[in-house]
């Protein structure tokens, strides 16, 4: 490791110019230019496509520029690959991609370095850094079974152990809750300050930009639009300059996690049509002392859940991630059996543990992991549209294939799904289009219980105010939705009601007039102490 | 009928030489299964392993008609499963073409190959001499056939253990499982997926090739294009019936290993079935067990997939 190149700060660590790259005819970064100096923390903001990501791929050694030039510490470098990048000090902790599930915390930790295995010296290092930084975790657990964000522990563990000196964070904060968060920024901020490391955090959120950086990039579309030291930076203009235009929906507000309390005052479901929804006095979901064991141990997953879901309400599910919300989802979804309990859809008790049961039941799922159980994205488009439910276009078994084209085409006219026709393979498609073809797919079953997990995870600005708005016009229509968020913004803005889950229970009910960040982070966190 | 039956399988069990044939065949299968197993963790499924072990049997049988030796005989044996897996590996996982293409057009060419060296050299070989452990190989009906054997048969003692120690205890093989579960995170993790995988096709190939040399210098001491007979494939079997465990694939060795020995002993004590029917049996367990364990078990989660660097 060359930790001593660079000590002088007046020498940048790092020096990107005029980096190029393009894909097909798709320009991801166009002569973008980023310096970095070390013991400082530099921001990189910016919508999801707007070339962040590919930047740091190439700082990174996974992508070859096609043009411009790298320095670090001065000296011209080529980056062929994750290995050389780690051999001259740069470390990230990725957003995806990095751990393997069914190796423990450990083995993935010690995965890419070099010299002979030597667990207990490894696991011996996991801890020192787990306590240095307060990042708990279980050397010995299988990272499979972690939640994200524990995930997300093992993976800046893994980052700190090669002592970087260059370190990138790729959208920390997006599995992480406020307070997980908090304690990721003030866990940079020692980094940098006592440990003299340059740091890029990747954001696409405005407040924790402005939080936790020294100075800021903002690119949109492949290009650095504007870069300015934080303190010289406010919201709105960072907002604009992201968007390249003037910033007032609330959705925007969310997709930058801006968290003020006097700026949330003046939006609230009482503006626009959420009033005019009507709910029904009979629950057409009923959760009733429902538990759920995991597999191992016996842990309970959920403990003695009881919820009822009303035809045109929006019910949010708020919890520290890993309290259970996932698994209630998976219940829903018939992926998980129960241990007691039953789930009672328009008064007929569902056959738990029976694929499709609920499906059949009329529950449609948004799942949390659009790519683990939302679409097959080697399909098209058409086919993500209708696999669910093939009948509709199937004659004897048999697709017909005008129906097929005609009945896709019309939900993605009616979705408005950004495509280039029914036969694109989905991963040609954004992520908030993918999240529309769910979205279409589930509500063309016609569900009487909408569960929404995670709905705008990933997703950009534009993105989250469509999926926004029509959850709120799928309640109007009389569904029942029940919304599973680690967004506290989100659950607030949309819900009638919110429960709190803490430990696979729920340990709070509050109407939408008494939640606020306060009362629910209050029951988030109160019951975990 | 059933009576006879029975007492067949008394016969069969009690016979010395059915678990002497058995421990023949199973070192055959383990050496050729704990290469398998080696490679199949990192994610690539070698079926050339077939062909890696007719190519061992026939270098070995080269190696003993130059040198006069059975050393030189299991080197030249390993040499030989080696240069399959080369071509295997360079084709299927740098150039990228179809792993199972290459594995079925290499085992058939490997049969014609070595058959018709066969004839142009006639290889002259014979067998190793048979190293007995004391008082062990007094043992009443498995005591030959676990510590009398031919000593080539002895150093499965070592490998299996040592493929164990490297696969869970070297960096070398966590590196090779991540390549096998998930190769977008090692690669990421600045692991080279498609090295690791050849790597691992090699290892198999210098075990498969040992193994082709050790039935050869252990039972038939002369080559014949026909020797190995699908072998190869109850081996890569032998893994799925393991659950991809190093103990579980040698508990599936000795399993078919069994059957085939059973078939053979009940042949040997003049019972008289249809022979057809009777050497379809070790096949017929082959699938039956597999039916019944392939799907309580996980694979690699990336086995058999490909891996280019840059996509998804």
């Given at each position: 490791m060359t930790g001593t190149g660079g000590s002088d700060p007046s020498v940048p660590a790092v020096q990107l110019t005029g980096i190029t790259k393009?894909?097909?005819?798709?320009v991801a970064c166009d002569q973008v230019d980023l310096t970095l100096y070390r013991g400082l923390v530099h921001g990189i903001l910016g919508?999801?496509?707007a070339g962040k990501s590919t930047l740091m791929k190439v700082l990174i050694g996974l992508v070859l520029p096609d043009e411009g030039s790298i320095l670090i510490d001065g000296q011209p470098r080529t980056i062929h690959d994750p290995l050389a990048a780690a051999a001259l000090g740069i470390g990230m902790v990725h957003q995806?991609?990095?751990?393997?599930?069914?190796?423990?915390?450990?083995?993935?930790?010690?995965?890419?370095?070099?010299?002979?295995?030597?667990?207990?010296?490894?696991?011996?290092?996991?801890?020192?850094?787990?306590?240095?930084y307060?990042?708990?975790?279980?050397?010995?657990?299988?990272?499979?079974?972690?939640?994200?964000?524990?995930?997300?522990?093992?993976?800046i563990?893994?980052c700190l152990r090669r002592d970087p000196h260059i370190l990138v964070f790729d959208e920390p904060?997006?599995?992480?809750?406020?307070?997980?968060?908090?304690?990721l920024f003030s866990t940079l901020r020692e980094v940098v300050a006592a440990e003299n490391r340059a740091v890029v955090l990747v954001s696409h959120?405005l407040?924790e930009v402005l939080h936790a950086t020294d100075e800021i990039t903002i690119m949109r579309q492949g290009r650095v639009v504007d870069r300015r030291p934080t303190t010289d930076a406010?919201?709105?203009s960072l907002?604009?300059a992201m968007?390249?235009?003037?910033?007032?929906?609330?959705?925007?507000?969310?997709?930058?996690?801006?968290?003020?309390?006097?700026?949330?005052?003046?939006?609230?479901?009482?503006?626009?049509?959420?009033?005019?929804?009507?709910?029904?006095?009979?629950?057409?979901?009923?959760?009733?002392?429902?538990?759920?064991?995991?597999?191992?141990?016996?842990?309970?997953?959920?403990?003695?859940?009881?919820?009822?879901?009303?035809?045109?309400?929006?019910?949010?599910?708020?919890?520290?991630?890993?309290?259970?919300?996932?698994?209630?989802?998976?219940?829903?979804?018939?992926?998980?059996?129960?241990?007691?309990?039953?789930?009672?859809?328009?008064?007929?008790?569902?056959?738990?543990?029976?694929?499709?049961?609920?499906?059949?039941?009329?529950?449609?799922?948004?799942?949390?992991?659009?790519?683990?159980?939302?679409?097959?994205?080697?399909?098209?488009?058409?086919?993500?549209?209708?696999?669910?439910?093939?009948?509709?276009?199937?004659?004897?078994?048999?697709?017909?294939?005008?129906?097929?084209?005609?009945?896709?085409?019309?939900?993605?006219?009616?979705?408005?799904?950004?495509?280039?026709?029914?036969?694109?393979?989905?991963?040609?498609?954004?992520?908030?289009?993918?999240?529309?073809?769910?979205?279409?797919?589930?509500?063309?079953?016609?569900?009487?219980?909408?569960?929404?997990?995670?709905?705008?995870?990933?997703?950009?600005?534009?993105?989250?105010?469509?999926?926004?708005?029509?959850?709120?016009?799928?309640?109007?229509?009389?569904?029942?939705?029940?919304?599973?968020?680690?967004?506290?913004?989100?659950?607030?803005?949309?819900?009638?009601?919110?429960?709190?889950?803490?430990?696979?229970?729920?340990?709070?009910?509050?109407?939408?007039?008494?939640?606020?960040?306060?009362?629910?982070?209050?029951?988030?966190?109160?019951?975990?102490? | 009928?059933?009576?006879?039956?029975?007492?067949?399988?008394?016969?069969?069990?009690?016979?010395?030489?059915?678990?002497?044939?058995?421990?023949?065949?199973?070192?055959?299968?383990?050496?050729?299964?704990?290469?398998?197993?080696?490679?199949?963790?990192?994610?690539?499924?070698?079926?050339?392993?077939?062909?890696?072990?007719?190519?061992?049997?026939?270098?070995?049988?080269?190696?003993?008609?130059?040198?006069?030796?059975?050393?030189?005989?299991?080197?030249?044996?390993?040499?030989?499963?080696?240069?399959?897996?080369?071509?295997?590996?360079?084709?299927?996982?740098?150039?990228?073409?179809?792993?199972?293409?290459?594995?079925?057009?290499?085992?058939?060419?490997?049969?014609?190959?070595?058959?018709?060296?066969?004839?142009?050299?006639?290889?002259?070989?014979?067998?190793?001499?048979?190293?007995?452990?004391?008082?062990?190989?007094?043992?009443?009906?498995?005591?030959?056939?676990?510590?009398?054997?031919?000593?080539?048969?002895?150093?499965?003692?070592?490998?299996?253990?040592?493929?164990?120690?490297?696969?869970?205890?070297?960096?070398?093989?966590?590196?090779?499982?991540?390549?096998?579960?998930?190769?977008?995170?090692?690669?990421v993790?600045g692991?080279?997926?498609?090295?690791?995988?050849?790597?691992?096709?090699?290892?198999?190939?210098?075990?498969?090739?040992?193994?082709?040399?050790?039935?050869?210098?252990?039972?038939?001491?002369?080559?014949?294009?026909?020797?190995?007979?699908?072998?190869?494939?109850?081996?890569?079997?032998?893994?799925?019936?393991?659950?991809?465990?190093?103990?579980?694939?040698?508990?599936?060795?000795?399993?078919?290993?069994?059957?085939?020995?059973?078939?053979?002993?009940?042949?040997?004590?003049?019972?008289?079935?249809?022979?057809?029917?009777?050497?379809?049996?070790?096949?017929?367990?082959?699938?039956?067990?597999?039916?019944?364990?392939?799907?309580?078990?996980?694979?690699?989660?990336?086995?058999?997939?490909?891996?280019?660097?840059?996509?998804?």
């Amino acid at each position: 490791m060359t930790g001593t190149g660079g000590s002088d700060p007046s020498v940048p660590a790092v020096q990107l110019t005029g980096i190029t790259k393009r894909f097909g005819g798709i320009v991801a970064c166009d002569q973008v230019d980023l310096t970095l100096y070390r013991g400082l923390v530099h921001g990189i903001l910016g919508e999801n496509g707007a070339g962040k990501s590919t930047l740091m791929k190439v700082l990174i050694g996974l992508v070859l520029p096609d043009e411009g030039s790298i320095l670090i510490d001065g000296q011209p470098r080529t980056i062929h690959d994750p290995l050389a990048a780690a051999a001259l000090g740069i470390g990230m902790v990725h957003q995806h991609f990095s751990l393997v599930d069914q190796l423990s915390v450990w083995e993935n930790v010690a995965l890419g370095e070099a010299g002979k295995l030597d667990s207990s010296g490894v696991r011996r290092r996991v801890a020192a850094i787990s306590e240095q930084y307060g990042l708990d975790i279980d050397p010995e657990a299988q990272v499979g079974t972690l939640t994200a964000g524990l995930r997300q522990r093992v993976e800046i563990i893994k980052c700190l152990r090669r002592d970087p000196h260059i370190l990138v964070f790729d959208e920390p904060t997006s599995v992480l809750t406020p307070e997980e968060s908090e304690q990721l920024f003030s866990t940079l901020r020692e980094v940098v300050a006592a440990e003299n490391r340059a740091v890029v955090l990747v954001s696409h959120k405005l407040d924790e930009v402005l939080h936790a950086t020294d100075e800021i990039t903002i690119m949109r579309q492949g290009r650095v639009v504007d870069r300015r030291p934080t303190t010289d930076a406010d919201a709105r203009s960072l907002a604009r300059a992201m968007v390249g235009r003037e910033v007032s929906l609330r959705s925007e507000r969310a997709a930058f996690g801006l968290t003020e309390i006097e700026e949330a005052a003046d939006v609230g479901p009482e503006d626009g049509q959420a009033a005019e929804t009507v709910i029904s006095d009979e629950p057409v979901l009923r959760i009733e002392g429902v538990t759920v064991r995991g597999r191992r141990g016996g842990a309970r997953l959920l403990d003695d859940i009881s919820l009822d879901l009303r035809a045109g309400e929006i019910v949010g599910v708020a919890g520290v991630e890993g309290n259970g919300q996932r698994t209630l989802g998976d219940l829903l979804s018939s992926l998980v059996p129960l241990d007691s309990g039953q789930v009672v859809v328009n008064d007929s008790v569902v056959r738990t543990g029976a694929p499709g049961a609920m499906a059949k039941a009329g529950i449609g799922v948004i799942p949390e992991d659009r790519h683990d159980s939302g679409v097959v994205l080697d399909m098209t488009v058409a086919e993500n549209l209708l696999m669910v439910d093939p009948h509709r276009v199937a004659r004897h078994g048999v697709m017909d294939k005008g129906q097929v084209t005609e009945a896709a085409q019309q939900m993605i006219e009616e979705f408005d799904i950004g495509c280039s026709g029914p036969d694109a393979p989905l991963w040609s498609l954004s992520g908030g289009n993918q999240q529309r073809v769910v979205l279409a797919r589930e509500l063309a079953a016609d569900p009487d219980v909408l569960v929404a997990a995670q709905p705008t995870r990933g997703l950009d600005v534009g993105a989250i105010e469509y999926m926004t708005d029509r959850l709120r016009q799928t309640a109007v229509d009389g569904v029942a939705v029940l919304l599973i968020s680690s967004e506290l913004e989100e659950i607030l803005e949309l819900s009638d009601r919110i429960v709190v889950m803490s430990r696979g229970r729920i340990v709070g009910e509050l109407s939408h007039d008494d939640a606020n960040l306060e009362t629910l982070g209050l029951l988030m966190g109160g019951s975990e102490a | 009928m059933l009576i006879d039956f029975f007492s067949a399988v008394g016969d069969v069990l009690s016979s010395e030489s059915t678990y002497i044939n058995g421990a023949l065949f199973a070192a055959l299968l383990a050496f050729a299964a704990t290469g398998e197993w080696v490679a199949e963790r990192s994610g690539t499924l070698n079926i050339s392993v077939e062909g890696m072990l007719l190519s061992g049997a026939f270098a070995g049988a080269l190696g003993y008609h130059l040198a006069d030796s059975v050393v030189v005989g299991l080197v030249f044996g390993a040499f030989g499963g080696l240069i399959i897996a080369v071509v295997q590996a360079q084709m299927s996982h740098r150039l990228t073409a179809d792993q199972f293409v290459v594995g079925l057009t290499l085992n058939i060419l490997i049969v014609g190959l070595t058959g018709f060296l066969d004839r142009e050299i006639d290889p002259r070989a014979d067998r190793a001499s048979t190293v007995e452990i004391p008082v062990l190989v007094d043992i009443p009906l498995f005591g030959q056939a676990l510590f009398g054997e031919p000593w080539p048969f002895y150093l499965l003692y070592g490998l299996v253990p040592l493929s164990w120690w490297l696969v869970y205890r070297t960096r070398w093989g966590l590196e090779l499982r991540a390549a096998g579960e998930n190769p977008q995170s090692a690669d990421v993790s600045g692991i080279d997926v498609n090295l690791r995988r050849r790597q691992s096709i090699y290892y198999a190939g210098l075990t498969s090739g040992l193994g082709g040399a050790y039935f050869l210098f252990a039972q038939i001491a002369a080559f014949d294009d026909s020797i190995i007979r699908g072998q190869g494939f109850i081996a890569i079997a032998a893994v799925i019936f393991g659950g991809w465990t190093l103990w579980g694939t040698m508990g599936g060795c000795v399993v078919f290993a069994g059957a085939l020995s059973f078939q053979l002993s009940l042949q040997g004590l003049g019972y008289e079935l249809n022979t057809e029917l009777l050497q379809a049996l070790p096949y017929l367990v082959t699938i039956g067990t597999m039916a019944i364990f392939a799907r309580r078990v996980r694979s690699p989660a990336a086995l058999a997939q490909p891996f280019i660097r840059g996509l998804k």
